[in-house]
């Protein structure tokens, strides 16, 4: 079956405290992203991924960092969480950033306190 | 800068009616858009795909189109179910790497 994998679905961490949120699909897309969701601002792209080693910032990439080392991985770190991060994130996978269909992971959804 | 908006904010319908969810983006310029549903705590599942070259697609009770030189699309829920009840998104590429998205239409059908 095509999916989307993220992990943990759920997380309460502290301020401060380095967390990692992986993301796997097995679809053997070239791109992926992530984005957070938050009330009122809907959905927006932190950083994207053309290819292994190729990635860039999004919209709101301040306190994130991404890797991808591997096609099928796009893990999404944060650092330094800070409560403002408090938020739902979704990864994302597709064959190209335009024209194809996007799939997207059950989501994260990360509390900081 | 590409901007989304979905009309209604919410919506409420009795079971069986017929209706209909609107996206307006400002760019005319895009590759595809993109219709999701999202259950609360649950991920997007995608309904329906619409290539800019397209005007519709459809898919069981759900048909979308597409009017680029307007900014315009519709999503059409034909016979509507209690099961129908999510948030529905729409989302468009264009020249950036990214889907912009709307802020979503909660439905809910009651029985």
């Known amino acids: 079956e095509a999916q989307v994998t993220q992990n943990p679905r759920y997380l309460i961490t502290v301020t401060g405290k380095k967390l990692t949120v992986t993301c796997s699909q097995n679809m053997n897309h070239e791109y992926m992203s992530w984005y957070r969701q938050d009330p009122g601002l809907g959905l927006r792209q932190i950083y994207y991924?053309?290819?292994?080693?190729?990635?860039d910032k999004g919209d709101v990439p301040e306190g994130y960092k991404v890797s991808r080392k591997e096609k099928r991985n796009f893990p999404l770190i944060l650092e330094s969480p800070s409560p403002n991060q408090t938020s739902l994130y979704f990864c994302?996978?597709?064959?190209?950033?335009?024209?194809?269909?996007?799939?997207f992971g059950q989501g994260t959804r990360l509390t900081v306190v | 800068k590409q901007e989304v908006t979905q009309i209604p904010a919410a919506l409420s319908v009795p079971e069986g009616e017929n209706l209909v969810l609107n996206c307006s983006f400002t760019?005319?310029?895009?590759?595809?858009l993109q219709w999701f549903r999202q259950d609360p705590g649950k991920g997007l599942t995608s309904l329906l795909l619409?290539?800019?070259?397209?005007r519709e697609q459809t898919s069981g009770r759900l048909n979308a189109s597409l009017d680029k030189s307007s900014g315009r699309s519709t999503l059409y829920i034909a016979a509507s179910q209690p099961g129908d009840s999510a948030t529905y998104l729409c989302?468009?590429?264009?020249?950036?790497?990214?889907?912009?998205f709307g802020t979503g239409t909660r439905l809910k059908v009651l029985a």
């Open positions: 991924s053309m290819n292994v080693e190729a990635t």
């Open positions: 619409i290539q800019s070259s397209q």
């Open positions: 994302a996978s597709s064959l190209g950033p335009g024209a194809t269909e996007a799939f």
């Open positions: 760019d005319s310029a895009i590759y595809n």
């Open positions: 989302a468009v590429t264009s020249g950036t790497y990214k889907y912009i």
